[in-house]
Nanobody, 124 residues
Framework: QVQLVESGGGLVQAGGSLRLSCVAS????????MGWFRQTPGSERAFIAA??????HYADSVKGRFTVSRDHAKNTMYLQMNSLKPEDSAVYYC???????????????????WGQGTQVTVSS
């Protein structure tokens, strides 16, 4: 049984930065991939970043501003968010794919485990 817990969300002004963390517990094997998604009310959960098979991927909307990283020893994934914009406001979720099974890292259905989310609000 795997549990994922996000933290680091909060209220920031436009142009500011936040660093989100996702701590995983209960794993018997290292994850193949970990990803970050975000969701606003009335919309589908959207891909923003992932680390899969040692390769980083980013949605066009955050490329150049957000950076994903993993600390395998601490079972932790990070999302560094810089130059934040009001449109970045959302609930942010982390997810884990336990082993290789295709390469659909931008699809919600591909992941095996999900955290409960952390709120990020960016003011003008």
């Amino acid at each position: 049984q795997v549990q994922l817990v996000e933290s680091g969300g909060g209220l920031v002004q436009a142009g500011g930065s936040l660093r989100l963390s996702c701590v995983a517990s209960g794993r018997t094997l290292s994850a193949y991939a970990m990803g970050w998604f975000r969701q606003t009310p009335g919309s589908e959960r959207a891909f923003i970043a992932a680390s899969a098979g040692g390769i980083e991927h980013y949605a066009d909307s955050v490329k150049g501003r957000f950076t994903v990283s993993r600390d395998h020893a601490k079972n932790t994934m990070y999302l560094q968010m810089n130059s934040l914009k009001p449109e970045d406001s959302a609930v942010y979720y982390c997810a884990e794919k336990r082993s290789y099974g295709g390469d659909e890292y931008d699809q919600v259905s591909w992941y095996d485990y999900w955290g409960q989310g952390t709120q990020v609000t960016v003011s003008s």
